[in-house]
């Protein structure tokens, strides 16, 4: 398979590591609901899981919950909810959509807040190399101590302070040495959760959770990372850097693997903005989850596209249009011979995971079901792969969410992880 990696910025051949496949995906911050754009970044990864399985490989997959963060904090705030509280709901909800779409769970589910004893022991190791300092119970990562900085995102400084002002930082923190310095733990702030630590009672930076939880549940090398564009940076750089000059061991991830941002009315789609499409609204208007899916899938991930509800209603078509060809009844005549679409549709998925040449190879094939079946050919065969390829994309052909994947969810609330026996 080649795969496109955000690091080197081409399609590279893909082999793993070690005897399976590591990914870990940033998850959501549970403070509000699971709009298209989250939808479009965990459906390509589960379709990219589903593939990879399905070529052989075993995958360990952890997503996270990143359950302590200033969104949270501020959002419990305006509503008037503790925050751990507002944190679980929202998980749940985000839980349910998944499930409801059919996005398998991955193996390991943690949130930042369980990772806390891990946050402190890398922060420390930090301080100890010369890559961070302490001030005032605040412990910031010294960017200018790192050269390789910068080599996710090819940005220059001042492009690189420029995003980061935008998201999230504080150029003007008159503790930090450089404004692009950030932050690994904060120091307690009045009414804030916090967590005893050698620098006095705080919480972590949003950047180190992701370090944490990776490491502890994959290891110091990741096969694939993954999650929205807007990461990229400052988000993964951060990572990268966190990571590699805690373990010492480079490349901290093997693939960046980054899907794209979802628009609407010309914006990304986003909170602040307010211009979200929901996937709770498109359920409850009775759209399936199969035209859910093929309206994502049917962009490729790595491009940028603007939601529009014809294109929702198309995939409706599309979603009925496959369920249907599985129903129809052939003859005894010659088979269907399915072989070429098998083909088209696995060569689009080994190039970069090419979704929408798979749904076009679908469709061809469905296409081609209905005309031999009316010509009386025998189309079992070709009904059974339509089904088979369709899995591989999650399709469930009008059939409820698979109770493996709603019971795989279910014990990731509880537990954390999906197999009882594999604890973290
Ligand atoms: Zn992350």
Redesign the pocket.
């Known amino acids: 398979m080649q795969l496109y990696n955000s690091l080197t910025k081409r399609k590279e051949p893909f082999s793993p590591f070690g005897p399976f496949v590591t990914l870990y995906v940033?998850?959501v911050t549970p403070y509000d609901t699971t709009h298209l754009g989250h939808a479009f970044t965990y459906v390509t990864f589960d379709v990219l899981v589903r593939y990879l399985e399905a070529r052989g490989y075993r995958v360990c997959y952890t997503q996270?919950v990143?359950d302590i963060d200033d969104d949270i904090l501020r959002k419990a705030r305006e509503v008037g909810k503790a925050w751990d509280e507002l944190g679980r709901e929202q998980t749940e909800a985000f839980v349910r959509d998944m499930a409801d779409l059919n996005v398998r769970p991955p193996d390991f589910y943690p949130r930042a807040t369980w990772v806390i004893p891990y946050i402190i022991k890398i922060t420390q190791a930090l301080v100890e190399r010369g890559f961070a300092y302490v001030r005032e119970g605040n412990v910031y990562y010294r960017v200018h101590a790192d050269p390789e900085f910068g080599k996710l995102s090819r940005m220059d400084y001042a492009e690189m302070l420029r995003v980061a002002n935008q998201r999230g930082n504080n150029p003007d923190d008159p503790l930090k040495d450089d404004p692009l310095d950030f932050v690994l733990w904060q120091a307690a702030q009045p009414g804030e959760p916090s967590w005893e630590s050698p620098w006095g009672p705080g919480r972590p930076g949003?950047?180190i959770?992701?370090s944490a939880m990776s490491l502890q549940f994959l290891g110091a090398t990741l096969d694939i990372h993954g999650?929205g564009a807007d990461?990229l940076f400052p988000?993964?750089e951060c990572?990268i850097a966190q990571s590699e000059k805690f373990t010492g061991q480079r490349p901290f991830v093997r693939w960046w693997v980054h899907v794209a941002m979802v628009r609407k009315d010309g914006e990304k789609m986003s909170k602040s903005l307010g211009n979200l499409v929901l996937v709770r609204d498109l359920l409850n208007a009775g759209f399936s989850p199969d035209a859910i899916r093929l309206n994502l899938l049917h962009h490729h991930y790595r491009q940028p596209w603007e939601w529009n509800a014809d294109e929702q209603e198309e995939a409706q078509a599309w979603a009925d249009d496959l369920t249907g060809a599985l129903a129809v009844a052939g003859g005894t005549g010659t088979p269907l011979d399915a072989a070429p679409f098998r083909r088209a549709f696995e060569a689009a998925l080994a190039d970069d995971l090419n979704a929408p040449r798979a749904v076009e190879a679908l469709r061809q094939l469905a296409a081609a079901v209905r005309q031999a079946a009316g010509e009386g050919c025998d189309v079992r065969d070709a009904q059974r792969t339509l089904r088979d390829l369709g899995h591989v994309l999650g399709l469930r052909f009008g059939e409820p969410p698979a109770p493996a994947v709603v019971e795989g969810w279910r014990r990731l609330l509880k537990t954390g992880t999906r197999n009882p026996e594999r604890t973290p």
Do not use: K, S
Request: hydrophobic content about 15%.
């Open positions: 940033c998850g996270n990143t949003w950047h959770e992701c999650g990461l988000h993964h990572e």
